[in-house]
């Protein structure tokens, strides 16, 4: 089964819907889980990222799929550009985003949005960089997420996306599935009482295209110089790709 048809609550309706549905039943809980789920981890995984970023120096940075804003944060923080816009389609998560940013003093430097990563609300090569940190696995349809960033990037910009995978070796799989199939859905049930929420996203982890299948859809969308990075037993990959 394809990504795209991996739905939060039901095979019916559209997943943006779904998707929008259940981040915003989930936002107040969901720091804790994404630490919980990913032992902390998640954490370096997105400096990693913000390095390959920082190599370009993009003086704008558009965080698709922004959700409670930790990459956009990490991102202005440690590379200083002069722009960095967040977009997302759960107001829910951006509420939070928003009392980090206020938290923050970074008011002047972070904007977020409510939108729609299928159809981006900005011109033509508005961006130097874009960045989606575990959010491409929830697009109603992957290729035209692509196309979308790619459209938004100026020529040369960088698109950089963090995602969570699945482990190639069998031992480590093995643990892995027991965490995830099990573990998480049970613990997310505990905090956040959104039961379907904590099954669909094993569910969208496996069914997401990984390696050299992301890959050749970046360059479908028109990324060139696409490569990939794993991280942590292959458990998060991190793909990159030019305009």
């Given at each position: 089964?394809?990504?795209?048809?991996?739905?939060?609550?039901?095979?019916?309706?559209?997943?943006?819907?779904?998707?929008?549905?259940?981040?915003?039943?989930?936002?107040?809980?969901?720091?804790?889980?994404?630490?919980a789920?990913?032992?902390?981890?998640?954490?370096?995984?997105?400096?990693?990222?913000?390095?390959?970023?920082?190599?370009?120096?993009?003086?704008?940075i558009?965080?698709?799929?922004?959700?409670?804003?930790?990459?956009?944060?990490?991102l202005?923080?440690?590379?200083?550009?002069?722009q960095?816009?967040?977009?997302?389609l759960?107001?829910?998560?951006?509420?939070?985003?928003?009392?980090?940013?206020?938290?923050?003093?970074?008011?002047?430097?972070?904007?977020?949005?409510?939108?729609?990563c299928?159809?981006?609300?900005?011109?033509?090569?508005?961006?130097?960089?874009?960045?989606?940190?575990?959010?491409?696995?929830?697009?109603?349809?992957?290729?035209?997420?692509?196309?979308?960033?790619?459209?938004?990037?100026?020529?040369g910009?960088?698109?950089?996306?963090?995602?969570?995978?699945?482990?190639?070796?069998?031992?480590?799989?093995?643990?892995?599935?027991?965490?995830t199939?099990?573990?998480?859905p049970?613990?997310?049930?505990?905090?956040?009482?959104?039961?379907?929420?904590?099954?669909?996203?094993?569910?969208?982890?496996?069914?997401?295209?990984?390696?050299?299948?992301?890959?050749?859809?970046?360059?479908?969308?028109?990324?060139?110089?696409?490569?990939?990075?794993?991280?942590?037993?292959?458990?998060?990959?991190?793909?990159?790709?030019?305009?």
């Amino acid at each position: 089964m394809k990504v795209e048809e991996i739905k939060p609550y039901s095979s019916e309706g559209e997943k943006a819907k779904q998707v929008e549905q259940m981040f915003d039943s989930i936002a107040p809980a969901y720091d804790f889980m994404n630490r919980a789920m990913t032992l902390g981890i998640d954490r370096w995984w997105r400096r990693v990222a913000v390095k390959m970023v920082k190599r370009t120096t993009p003086h704008s940075i558009l965080d698709v799929a922004t959700g409670t804003g930790d990459f956009a944060i990490d991102l202005y923080r440690k590379i200083k550009p002069e722009q960095v816009v967040g977009i997302d389609l759960s107001q829910g998560m951006l509420d939070v985003a928003s009392k980090k940013i206020e938290k923050y003093g970074l008011n002047d430097a972070i904007t977020v949005q409510q939108g729609d990563c299928l159809a981006l609300p900005f011109e033509d090569a508005s961006f130097d960089a874009v960045t989606v940190a575990f959010g491409v696995r929830n697009f109603e349809h992957l290729l035209q997420g692509y196309q979308q960033m790619h459209r938004v990037l100026k020529p040369g910009g960088m698109l950089c996306v963090i995602e969570l995978s699945t482990p190639r070796n069998r031992m480590v799989r093995w643990f892995y599935d027991l965490y995830t199939l099990h573990i998480i859905p049970w613990f997310g049930v505990l905090k956040s009482h959104d039961k379907s929420a904590y099954r669909y996203l094993p569910q969208s982890i496996a069914a997401v295209p990984q390696g050299e299948d992301m890959l050749t859809i970046m360059q479908e969308a028109g990324f060139k110089n696409c490569q990939v990075k794993r991280l942590t037993f292959g458990t998060c990959s991190i793909y990159t790709g030019k305009r």
